[in-house]
């Protein structure tokens, strides 16, 4: 079964980067969709970005268009979440997951079957 490792949170002042990491454990990650997601406090668990499994494909949440970047490395198991333009709204607990089964990446959180533990992000003003 694979597992995921998000790794790159931080604090981090509005306007300042960050780049989260989601290591994944398996051999067959390149044939994963994988997605992003993050929770802020009092609120749902919200989609922000997904890659397909041959990183032909992104999508994103019109909240992080143009700021936030989604890419992977299949040779290091790896997806990457480029943040920029950081803002306090950001604040929240990042997860990484991984869809197994679906041909295109979705921004539906039931699609995804595996779940990392979460990275804290938080955006002071």
């Known amino acids: 079964q694979v597992q995921l490792v998000e790794s790159g949170g931080g604090l981090v002042q509005a306007g300042g980067s960050l780049r989260l990491s989601c290591a994944a454990s398996?051999?067959?990650?390149?044939?994963?969709?994988m997605g992003w997601f993050r929770q802020a406090p009092g609120k749902e668990r919200e989609f922000v970005t997904a890659i397909s499994w041959n990183g032909a494909t992104t999508i994103y949440a019109d909240s992080v268009k143009g700021r936030f970047t989604i890419s992977r490395d299949n040779a290091k198991n790896t997806i990457y979440l480029q943040m920029n333009s950081l803002k306090p709204d950001d604040t929240a607990v990042y997860y990484c997951a991984a869809d197994r089964f679906r041909t295109y990446p979705t921004e539906r959180a039931p699609h995804y079957d595996t779940w990392g533990q979460g990275t804290q992000v938080t955006v002071s003003s």
């Open positions: 398996g051999r067959t990650f390149s044939t994963y969709n």
